[in-house]
């Protein structure tokens, strides 16, 4: 039988109430949150790419080769870290830093993947380029883009904590 929150504490007012909290804490759990953070991390950078992209068939392999993994990577390191919120153990330095620090680690992923295609590709703004060039590119282009999805890391985590207590505090 499922009840919902209101009427588990209004109509079992029997139960003790930190069982009957423990019942209610069932519903907000940190897989569930992560899932939440990560579904609507999907929907939201889907939504803006379609309505920046003039053809929306172009944007499919950023769906599939950078959001998606974004957004698994969202729901994981949320769940990873719901179970703190829960306990209000969590705080908005925690939640910034994780989510700067994954940020900035993505980066580093996505430019070591792209610098080291472009180094080898023929055609590419590379192709040709002695290592004084590399290092340019690395230190104009690769580092300054990595911080700044650092901050957008952060920023996201900032976001999803205030969303997440909300949910913690209404839901449980």
Same mark, same amino acid.
């Given at each position: 039988?499922?009840?919902?929150?209101?009427?588990?504490?209004?109509?079992?007012?029997?139960?003790?109430?930190?069982?009957?909290?423990?019942?209610?804490?069932?519903?907000?759990?940190?897989?569930?949150?992560?899932?939440?953070?990560?579904? +609507?991390?999907?929907?939201?950078?889907?939504? &803006?790419?379609?309505?920046?992209?003039?053809?929306?068939?172009?944007?499919?392999?950023?769906?599939?080769?950078?959001? +998606?993994?974004?957004?698994?990577?969202?729901?994981?390191?949320?769940?990873?870290?719901?179970?703190?919120?829960?306990?209000?153990?969590?705080?908005?330095?925690?939640?910034?830093?994780?989510?700067?620090?994954?940020? &900035?680690? *993505?980066?580093? &992923?996505?430019? *070591?993947?792209?610098?080291?295609?472009?180094?080898?590709?023929?055609?590419?703004?590379?192709?040709?380029?002695?290592?004084?060039?590399?290092?340019?590119?690395?230190?104009?282009?690769?580092?300054?883009?990595?911080?700044?999805?650092?901050?957008?890391?952060?920023?996201?985590? +900032?976001?999803?904590?205030?969303?997440?207590?909300?949910?913690?505090?209404?839901?449980?």
């Amino acid at each position: 039988m499922v009840f919902a929150p209101s009427s588990l504490i209004l109509t079992n007012y029997f139960l003790p109430l930190s069982e009957a909290l423990a019942v209610i804490g069932v519903f907000v759990q940190p897989r569930r949150l992560g899932l939440i953070n990560g579904f +609507i991390t999907l929907l939201v950078w889907s939504l &803006v790419g379609f309505v920046i992209a003039a053809n929306w068939f172009g944007v499919l392999p950023i769906f599939l080769f950078i959001l +998606i993994p974004a957004s698994a990577l969202v729901a994981w390191r949320s769940t990873c870290l719901a179970p703190k919120l829960i306990n209000g153990e969590a705080t908005l330095k925690l939640y910034a830093q994780d989510g700067f620090k994954w940020g &900035v680690i *993505t980066g580093l &992923v996505f430019w *070591t993947f792209s610098i080291s295609t472009d180094v080898f590709a023929a055609g590419s703004a590379l192709m040709g380029a002695d290592f004084f060039q590399v290092l340019e590119y690395f230190f104009k282009i690769s580092i300054p883009i990595t911080l700044l999805l650092g901050v957008v890391g952060a920023i996201h985590s +900032i976001v999803f904590y205030y969303f997440n207590h909300w949910l913690v505090v209404n839901y449980s």
